[in-house]
């Protein structure tokens, strides 16, 4: 037996093993997983899919061309019995018009490569003027100003470790790690960092645009093609009415939808569960979601006036008892110290902003920027499930995100409770289900 004959065995075998797993690799794989780029439902993300499969063309043509070539020398100067002396091909080294040949190749190959690239940085980088997409085209907008009614819908969307604020400057809106957009429409991205470089990236759609402390960056999104975009496509003549229905059923069938994003750059211990949620909606929908998220959270006491709620409920707390609702309402407020940091639009005293805005957090799909998931079959809430995580979030956030800023034992903000003070009195289990099922019924 040679010396490395046996490491060359194990190096085989490793190999071996390496290529029955493979396939067990690849089951990881969804072409139209939820945040696959091989599923693109939206211009950009169709041009930087369009880009990609042509680098993929170039590479499985070199691939074939170099391994053809390489294949057959190996086979056409093989060893043969009765062969001993294996001749050794004549060297073409230095022969001009292999070399230039070679040159002028790789040259074309990168070519075909740059012209896109250059073509799709344009167009990415330009935000299309397109009439429909402005505000006053499609949005009854009795808040917007004339000026702001010629605007595109602009979203600024802002990063914190480790969750997203969604605001609509024009609406006067804030969200938090769920968004809606309209189908069809360019949407102008306004990007910006609380704190450390984070990015936006939502894959069915578009592509990455880094968050940057002190710094605007902005990108544009469309969800589906315009009217216009999908006459091209169905290779009929631009600006044609007739096919409006066709178009509206091409939008149900493949464009609203639910779509998820990520942070794309490395932010800290949690950067893994800082996601978001993109729902693509009918302009009409739209409409009515925006006039929705703009009602301001009702008096806990079923509606009335939030003053009087509070004079009556810090007066005589044991007045609340046997409603959970309002003395969820009462904890949040008091005992809580929720209010430092989170907004309820109509809540007098709950105006904090170091936390995602709370006015609607009943509406939204998830919890804990996307990572805790209640959404039902049906695209709707399933309440049942995000009551149970309102509960386990509240109550120890921290198992569930590291480091973030919730107050909750050890890691948690210190100044605000410090689990070794004597007199320290965190929340029990049972008045967080309380918080929970009062933040339940903001919707
Ligand atoms: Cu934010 Cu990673």
């Known amino acids: 037996m040679f010396p490395g004959q046996n490491s060359l065995r194990i190096v085989s075998k490793f190999f071996a093993l390496f290529t029955l797993a493979l396939p067990l690799l690849f089951t990881g794989c969804a072409w139209t997983g939820r945040t696959s780029t091989l599923d693109p439902k939206g211009p950009i993300a169709q041009i930087q899919f369009d880009l990609f499969m042509i680098t993929v063309y170039v590479c499985v043509f070199l691939f074939v061309v170099v391994g053809g070539a390489f294949l057959y020398v190996v086979w056409k100067y093989r060893e043969r019995p009765g062969q001993p002396e294996t001749p050794i091909p004549q060297n073409s080294h230095g022969n001009p ?18 012209v896109p690239t250059v073509q799709a940085i344009w167009i990415t980088h330009d935000m299309p003027d397109r009439p429909d ?6 949005y009854g907008g009795e808040f917007l100003s004339p000026g702001e009614e010629e605007e595109v819908l602009t979203i600024r969307a802002e990063g914190y470790q480790w969750w997203w604020a969604f605001e609509y400057p024009q609406l006067g809106l804030t969200t938090g790690n769920e968004f809606v957009i309209p189908a069809g429409k360019v949407v102008r991205l306004e990007l910006r960092s609380k704190d450390v470089i984070h990015s936006f990236w939502l894959p069915k759609i578009a592509g990455k645009v880094d968050l940057i ?4 960056n902005w990108m544009w999104i469309q969800a589906g093609n315009s009217y216009n975009e999908w006459l091209l496509d169905q290779g009929l003549p631009p600006m044609q009415e007739g096919h409006r229905a066709e178009y509206e059923n091409y939008l149900e069938a493949e464009v609203y939808d639910m779509y998820y994003g990520q942070c794309a750059e490395f932010c800290g211990d949690s950067h893994a569960y800082m996601l978001f949620r993109t729902k693509v909606v009918s302009p009409e929908e739209f409409e009515a979601w925006v006039a929705e998220q703009k009602q301001p959270a009702p008096a806990p006491d079923g509606g009335g006036d939030w003053g009087a ?7 005589d707390p044991s007045s609340l008892a046997g409603d959970p609702i309002q003395e969820g309402a009462y904890l949040y407020h008091t005992k809580g110290t929720c209010i430092q940091c989170h907004k309820v639009e109509g809540s007098p005293s709950s105006n904090g902003v170091l936390g995602p805005d709370l006015t609607k957090v009943g509406s939204r799909t998830s919890l804990a920027a996307g990572w805790m998931d209640h959404m039902s079959a049906d695209g709707g809430i399933n309440a049942g499930k995000q009551y149970e995580n309102l509960v386990d979030w509240i109550y120890a956030s921290q198992d569930i995100k590291p480091g973030n800023l919730m107050y909750y034992g050890d890691n948690a903000l210190q100044h605000i409770i410090n689990p070794e003070d004597p ?7 049972e008045e967080v289900a309380k918080i929970a099922t009062w933040l339940q019924t903001l919707q």
């Open 213 to 216: 402390p002190g710094r605007n």
């Open 423 to 429: 007199d320290a009195n965190p929340l029990t289990r």
């Open 309 to 315: 709620w509070f004079a009556r409920a810090l007066g």
């Open 133 to 138: 997409s402005h505000l006053g085209a499609y």
């Open 97 to 114: 018009l292999i070399e230039i040949g070679l040159i002028a190749s790789s040259v074309f190959m990168l070519v075909i490569i740059a």
